[in-house]
């Protein structure tokens, strides 16, 4: 009953010759699995009006929806430019501009309130991880990064180990079960087995072609949130495949 997602999120690359891009990955659109490109803001409004099958999402929204707020971008402006999806609380928004679980809390109201969907991304560090803090971790930044009126449509959640983003290590498939497991008790503590079973779960971090179908058959996966292997429809198709098998 929850529909697969697989998200590519280009982080900082692409000018308007990549968009092409898009229309090599029609193919494997249009499935089962639902197919999501998040590019620059700059490509957004042209990947829309080119999107097809795709769903074109953006990778970070300020909490306001206007205003003073010099170099920045609002959930409102995502959503006229066609976007359907915002990142929220990537890893490396975290680390490089100080996202605190609040200000994500805070972003995730304004892209619900301008309709966009929120991904809203968790994950441990490797210190944290060797540490055996794994779960704390997560279950803190899940609790205090979601407000209370998530549902299946409004909210992804994507655990993203910083370990194992843009690195090439990947959790065992054990570790990926025991996270998302997790986290599935957690929302359904919080939320009622009802609406958490509606949430999907996505994971992130070096998924790539030779390793998504064995990272797909982990109960509570969903999805995955890819990064260097959606720049290329060549690298990614193979993903949605696996997730469309
Ligand atoms: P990666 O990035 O697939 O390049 O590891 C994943 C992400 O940061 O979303």
Redesign the pocket.
């Known amino acids: 009953m929850r529909r697969k997602l697989a998200?590519g999120?280009w982080?900082m690359n692409g000018t308007l010759a990549e968009l092409s891009e898009l229309g090599a990955l029609q193919g494997a659109a249009g499935g089962n699995a639902e197919v999501l490109i998040c590019p620059p803001v700059t490509l957004v409004a042209s990947a829309a009006a080119n999107a097809g099958a795709i769903a074109i999402g953006g990778q970070d929204c300020h909490s306001a929806a206007s205003g003073a707020h010099t170099g920045d971008v609002s959930a409102p402006m995502l959503r006229d430019a066609g976007a359907t999806y915002v990142?929220l609380g990537?890893?490396?928004r975290r680390a490089d501009h100080g996202e605190s679980d609040a200000l994500v809390a805070y972003k995730t109201q304004a892209a619900w309130a301008a309709g966009l969907t929120a991904i809203v991304?968790v994950g441990e560090t490797l210190d944290e991880r060797e540490s055996g803090k794994t779960l704390d971790v997560v279950g803190r930044q899940l609790a205090a990064s979601l407000p209370d009126d998530v549902t299946g449509a409004n909210t992804v959640i994507?655990y993203?180990p910083v370990w194992?983003?843009?690195?090439?290590k990947v959790p065992t498939t054990n570790q990926i079960a025991d996270v998302h497991g997790f986290m599935r008790s957690a929302l359904i503590q919080r939320f009622g087995t009802d609406l958490a079973d509606t949430i999907r779960l996505l994971y992130?971090?070096?998924?790539?072609a030779s390793n998504a179908t064995e990272i797909f058959a982990v109960a509570d996966v969903d999805g995955a949130?890819?990064?260097?292997?959606?720049l290329k429809a060549t690298d990614f198709a193979p993903i949605v495949d696996a997730l469309n098998n």
Request: charged share 15%; net charge neutral; glycine share 24%.
């Open positions: 998200a999120n982080k990142i990537h890893s490396e991304c994507a993203e194992a983003i843009g690195t090439g992130g971090g070096s998924v790539k949130l890819v990064g260097g292997a959606s």
